[in-house]
């Protein structure tokens, strides 16, 4: 819509889909390639400047989220947007440049001086109301020959804040049109609740009134794109993708060689609801489709396992026989569902509805399963579903901590590691497992994994432990699961990010004292946190700073191999050029060359 109403004045609109270019091309070539999909021949940016005689070029650079969410490190890309524009005002060619993006991704992203940010705010009660005067105006008439009538604004706010955001009003007034439920029915409504019926809804109008056993069918196909989707770090999928992964898990992976019939399109299959739009690829109409399907795949699985336990009873070999989690392990082993964290809140929703004795049987059979979880399982199935090809390190760190966050969702009482992982050494193998989630899981995976659990250290009886869940500081899993991964308890790790902030920000010692100071803590400690990076940042980029105090320290963070990548990533977003950081390296490996 900007477009247009930009086409019609002054201004060249040149729209960018950054999901459709080379993450890592410059930004003259992604829209170079963006005009070429357009045109069907390619056209240099100059050239195209030229053509608009003399209109200023707007180029809109649209879902920036995704272009960041895809591992491609691209944190600097806002300043190299910034010099791009520098670059083309020096040329006689001013340009504006606008970035579109979901705010989830502000913290990965370096942000260059004069930045203009506007952020979309929910719709005022005002707004809803004209919002639902239009869709009254628009539908009253179509809904009058069902006996229906238009959702009331009074109606609609009394959802809070789903009523408030335009993509869940649109779904609130859609799920109101089947038979005005919403003005029948009286409370606020969970989002969770409102996808469900609307795909529910959708789906059995789409096949004619299927039984529900073929809805959770068709429930279950679309969770599997979503769960190839997340596995995949992308939210795009082409049809290849999904004629190799929905057959492997909604179909065992094999067709029936004895029938006759033909072969299954599965892309098209999985595909051909609204749910969808093309590009290069299929693409949910809104990210949280995805979400909340692989939130529903994950409880649909949970409910199969508890059911394959019930049904088994008090069989003599019931106890001694493993739990078939076959399914729940192809679902929840290739990436940590806290990687997207409207997941998560779609989980505790789900959760909500459960019987409290279902939940406590799934509580009592994933703790079982998570204390085995690193155990070689020898045969299992699904094992075709494989959207990434990880590691099966990789895989049973998300096995593990997916069924830790499964735990303690589900558990309505705070867990201990203790009772998790029971045994003397309780906190030896929760800081095994640390260790392996922070070191396989990603950054993105790790980062969700830390903010979607909360956990304390308490003393019982004089024994250590650590308790996760409800009731617990909302900030402490970050603390804890980061001071055991890293060795140090929680009340240090808070002491030393204050004396790596003070010492960061704080001229009151001298210059070469404060990296002194720093440089002894990362001897003895061994402190390699965001904070060091931080301070060492600021320490950088401080008046009159004598940087030469600071290379053994850049040098020391960078000598070992196994963590360069990520550490270097951290000081170069903490503001630290990565052409200071090259030449460290570099005068660093020019002895042994020698």
């Not at 996760?468 to 009340?491: F, I, N, Q, Y």
């Amino acid at each position: 819509m900007l477009a247009a109403r930009l086409a019609r004045s002054e201004f060249l609109p040149i729209r960018v889909e950054l999901r459709q270019v080379r993450a890592r091309a410059s930004l003259t070539e992604q829209v170079e390639q963006a005009v070429a999909a357009v045109l069907g021949e390619e056209v240099s940016y100059a050239d195209l400047v030229a053509a608009g005689d003399g209109a200023m070029p707007v180029i809109l650079l649209d879902g920036f989220d995704e272009l960041v969410q895809g591992d491609t490190g691209r944190y600097d890309y806002l300043e190299r947007v910034h010099e791009f524009q520098a670059r083309e005002a020096g040329l006689g060619r001013p340009v504006a440049v606008i970035v579109t993006s979901r705010t989830v991704v502000a913290d990965r992203v370096r942000f260059p001086d004069g930045l203009l940010a506007l952020q979309l705010q929910p719709f005022d009660d005002d707004q809803v109301r004209q919002w639902l005067d239009i869709w009254d105006q628009a539908n009253r008439a179509l809904l009058a020959r069902r006996d229906l009538k238009p959702l009331p604004a009074e109606a609609a706010l009394v959802h809070g804040d789903m009523a408030r955001h335009p993509l869940l009003l649109l779904l609130l007034a859609l799920y109101d049109a089947g038979g005005n439920a919403l003005q029948h029915d009286h409370g606020p409504l969970g989002r969770s609740r409102l996808y469900e019926v609307l795909l529910r809804d959708y789906t059995e109008r789409e096949t004619g009134g299927a039984r529900r056993v073929a809805i959770d069918q068709e429930l279950v196909l679309l969770g599997s794109v979503a769960l190839s989707m997340l596995a995949r770090g992308s939210q795009v999928i082409t049809d290849e993708e999904l004629d190799r992964d929905v057959p492997a898990l909604c179909h065992g992976g094999e067709e029936d060689p004895g029938e006759e019939q033909e072969r299954v399109d599965w892309a098209r299959k999985a595909t051909e609801r609204f749910f969808f739009v093309r590009r290069k690829g299929h693409a949910f109409l809104h990210s949280t489709f995805g979400e909340f399907l692989v939130a529903w795949l994950t409880m649909y699985a949970l409910r199969d396992l508890d059911r394959r336990r019930h049904l088994l009873g008090d069989e003599p070999l019931a106890l001694v026989q493993a739990v078939d989690d076959d399914l729940l392990y192809a679902v929840i082993s290739h990436s940590c569902l806290a990687e997207r964290g409207p997941t998560v809140g779609f989980i505790l929703e789900l959760l909500a509805e459960v019987p409290s004795e279902v939940r406590a049987r799934c509580v009592e059979q994933l703790s079982g399963l998570l204390r085995r979880s690193l155990h070689e399982r020898p045969r299992r199935h699904f094992t075709g579903f494989r959207p990434v090809r990880h590691t099966m390190t990789r895989r049973l760190a998300a096995y593990s901590a997916n069924l830790t966050l499964l735990i303690v969702t589900a558990s309505e009482e705070p867990v201990t590691v203790s009772s998790l992982l029971p045994g003397p050494d309780h906190l030896e193998q929760w800081s095994s497992l640390t260790h392996l989630w922070k070191g396989q899981l990603g950054q993105e995976g790790w980062s969700g994994l830390v903010t979607a659990l909360s956990a304390h250290r308490v003393m019982d009886g004089g024994r250590e432990d650590v308790v996760l869940g409800a009731g617990t500081e909302p900030t402490g899993m970050g603390d804890v699961v980061v001071a055991v991964a890293t060795g140090h308890a929680p009340r240090h790790r808070r002491l030393l990010d204050l004396l790596l902030r003070a010492l960061g920000e704080g001229r009151a010692l001298p210059y070469r004292d404060r990296a002194a100071i720093l440089q002894e803590l990362l001897r003895t400690v061994a402190v390699r946190s965001p904070a060091m990076h931080q301070a060492l940042g600021a320490m950088w980029h401080e008046e009159g700073a004598d940087r030469a105090e600071l290379r053994p320290l850049l040098h020391a963070l960078l000598a070992d191999p196994a963590d360069r990548m990520a550490t270097w990533e951290q000081l170069v977003k903490a503001g630290i050029p990565e052409t200071a950081l090259w030449e460290i390296h570099q005068s660093a490996l020019m002895p042994d060359e020698g």
